[in-house]
């Protein structure tokens, strides 16, 4: 059994399955709070950036994590 761990939170995910408890996004694995807390955190961007395109939304999500990594969690 493989191990993954969050990159954000950085607890270790049991028993990874992908899309179900664990998330790939931006080439980093996130548990399923991190990713909801994730998509909270870049919510209100979404809404004003209309139409919707990966071209502004992968790097939107790329940098939100990063800057999650750093604090271990999302923060508003
Ligand atoms: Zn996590």
């Known amino acids: 059994m493989k191990s993954i761990h969050c990159d954000v939170c ?3 995910i049991h028993q990874p399955i992908s899309n179900r408890n664990y998330f ?3 080439h980093r694995e996130m ?3 991190c ?3 994730m998509e909270a955190h870049i919510k209100s961007t979404v809404r004003t950036k209309q ?5 502004w939304y992968t790097p939107l ?3 939100s994590i990063e800057k999650a990594m ?4 999302f923060v508003k």
């Not at 750093?70 to 969690?73: F, I, T």
């Open 10 to 12: 950085k607890k270790q």
């Open 24 to 26: 790939h996004k931006a």
């Open 31 to 33: 548990c399923e709070p």
């Open 35 to 37: 990713t909801d807390a």
């Open 51 to 55: 139409p919707f395109s990966y071209e």
């Open 61 to 63: 999500v790329k940098s």
């Open 70 to 73: 750093l604090k271990g969690k």
